[in-house]
């Protein structure tokens, strides 16, 4: 049996998925520990890029801050925190995680408050609205779409890395690879491409589902606008 076809056996085994430890348990561990670090990631990121993009201050910052992050291997920060306070197990994941989910979020954040229409901002402080006013009624209404992009882009990015947790102890999908790599290559063969399956599968049903919800929250003329600019920066590449 070759290890796409022991993969299948292994998939279609009902007590691989409901014994304990199993898919059921470790795709629970898998999206408990990516929530967390994506609420980290929204809860440092989103307050951060919105106000600098409602000052209209700090743009380097905010490319500064996104690539030192990007540059930052997860699985060299999977490696290090659990030498700190933060031990082996689920919080150094979610930490780790967390930094890699900065990044999209961040840069979304700012960009969506800066892109605001500027009429719509002139028209608000014409009325009255003081700063706090402004950024929560108009530039931030307008910024949903972005802020759910960055957002769909951060969750992806969480659940498909995710699988590494495995190596600190912590849980998830990733579990299942390393246990089949714990075996020789007959016997965990196709237990490793069912791992990888389970977690490239998860990714791309989470990617489904929140470019839908990307879509529903962005308003008609805006998508409209991204139809275009992408046609023309297609033109673009292929003129060039």
Do not use: K
């Amino acid at each position: 049996m070759n290890p796409v076809e022991a993969a299948l056996v292994w998939l279609n085994d009902p007590l691989n998925w409901t014994n304990p430890g199993g898919v059921l348990d470790r795709l629970g561990e898998h999206l408990s520990m990516s929530a967390a670090a994506v609420a980290l990631g929204c809860l440092v990121a989103w307050p951060i890029g919105l106000w600098l993009g409602h000052t209209g201050r700090g743009g380097g910052l905010v490319v500064l801050v996104s690539n030192v992050s990007l540059a930052v291997p997860t699985l060299a920060l999977l490696t290090i925190l659990p030498l700190t306070f933060l031990g082996f197990g689920r919080p150094s994941v979610v930490v780790a995680l967390a930094v890699f989910a900065v990044p999209p979020l961040l840069a979304n954040a700012y960009t969506g408050v800066r892109q605001a229409d500027p009429e719509a901002r002139d028209a608000a402080r014409g009325m009255g609205f003081s700063g706090w006013q402004l950024l929560r009624r108009v530039e931030l209404p307008l910024a949903v779409p972005y802020l759910a992009a960055g957002f769909r882009t951060a969750a992806v990015q969480v659940v498909a890395t995710a699988a590494l947790a495995s190596f600190v102890n912590g849980g998830g999908l990733g579990q299942i690879i390393r246990a089949g790599f714990g075996l020789d290559i007959a016997a965990g063969g196709g237990q490793i491409i069912a791992g990888g399956v389970l977690v490239a599968g998860l990714a791309m049903l989470l990617e489904l589902v929140l470019a839908l919800v990307e879509r529903l929250v962005t308003p008609r003329p805006l998508r409209a606008d991204r139809r275009r600019a992408r046609r023309r920066a297609a033109q673009a590449v292929a003129g060039g």
